[in-house]
């Protein structure tokens, strides 16, 4: 199948580790011209030789603390300005940390929400009026499964991505009459550095060894494994290609058949 994604450009956040970097090389093997964004100057720089081994075109890296609206727009000018143009653009940045929602300071809530929450929304709002310009484009959120899948120990991380799956839903309405179409990929577990310290996290909260708490977090899954970073890269890369020319407004869940319930 040809995803046309050949010689296309993309702006991807958090995209020097774990689903952000499998994300990045995906759209790279289908020829895609992709910038990535990441705190981490020296991870950034790896995962960017990383593309250009694995593509046919070039990788830029851009070093950038999403969390501030200034370093948002710094970063869109630079990508758009070394790439042309951003005809996809990834949502990724942030990691929401859990713990006992009556001890989670109040700083903890509002940096973790700056990075995640409000980083989406900056980074669209940023992008939009270029592709609104251009006369189209792709947007695709990653938001984690807790948005539907509330636990106590990972408050702040589900009430960030239920509003993000509301958000998805919105832009999608205000991009459709300029051909910028919005989609949102939810996955649950997925074998990264960043579950592996969700895992600690929420294992401290709930009191229990973190070997524990991470067994019993991955037995209900029916495919007997959680997800691999390039489980999402691949659907990522499907619903900003060509072949989703009509999907728009959605959020899919990537977990293995691990909810129970009717929705995607």
């Known amino acids: ?27 790279a093997r289908e020829g895609g011209r992709v910038a990535i964004c990441a705190r981490d100057r020296a991870a950034l720089e790896a995962t960017a030789r990383e593309l250009r081994a694995a593509g046919r075109a070039e990788a830029v890296a851009l070093a950038g603390d999403l969390s501030r609206l ?3 727009e710094r970063v869109v000018d630079e990508a758009a ?4 143009r951003i005809d996809i653009l990834v949502n990724n940045a942030g990691a929401i940390r859990g713990g006992d929602f009556l001890t989670i300071p109040d700083e903890q ?46 408050l702040p991380g589900g009430i960030a991505n239920a509003g993000l799956v509301n958000f998805t839903k919105g832009l999608a309405d205000l991009g ?3 051909n910028i179409l919005v989609t949102a990929v939810s996955p649950a577990a997925t074998a990264t550095p960043r579950w592996d310290m969700l895992m600690v996290q929420q294992a401290k909260a709930a009191g229990k060894p973190p070997e524990v708490f991470r067994a019993e977090a991955e037995k209900g899954y029916p495919l007997k494994r959680i997800a691999r970073p390039e489980d999402v890269a691949d659907l990522v890369c ?9 999907l728009t407004g959605i959020c899919v869940t990537v977990d293995g058949g691990a909810t129970r319930g009717v929705y995607v």
């Not at 450009?9 to 970097?21: D, E, F, N, P, Y």
């Open 176 to 178: 459709a009459p300029s």
């Open 81 to 84: 300005r070394r790439l042309g």
């Open 109 to 154: 809530w509002a940096g973790d929400w700056s990075l995640k929450l409000l980083g989406y929304v900056r980074m669209a709002r940023a992008v939009f009026p270029r592709m609104q310009a251009q006369g189209g484009g792709r947007v695709c959120n990653v938001v984690g499964a807790a948005a539907r899948n509330p636990t106590a120990g990972y």
């Open 70 to 72: 200034e370093e948002v």
């Open 1 to 27: 199948m040809d995803l046309e994604l050949d010689g296309k450009t993309a702006l991807v956040t958090g995209g020097s580790k774990g689903i952000g970097r499998a994300i990045a090389l995906a759209l």
């Open 238 to 246: 499907f619903l900003v290609s060509a072949r989703a020319s009509f």
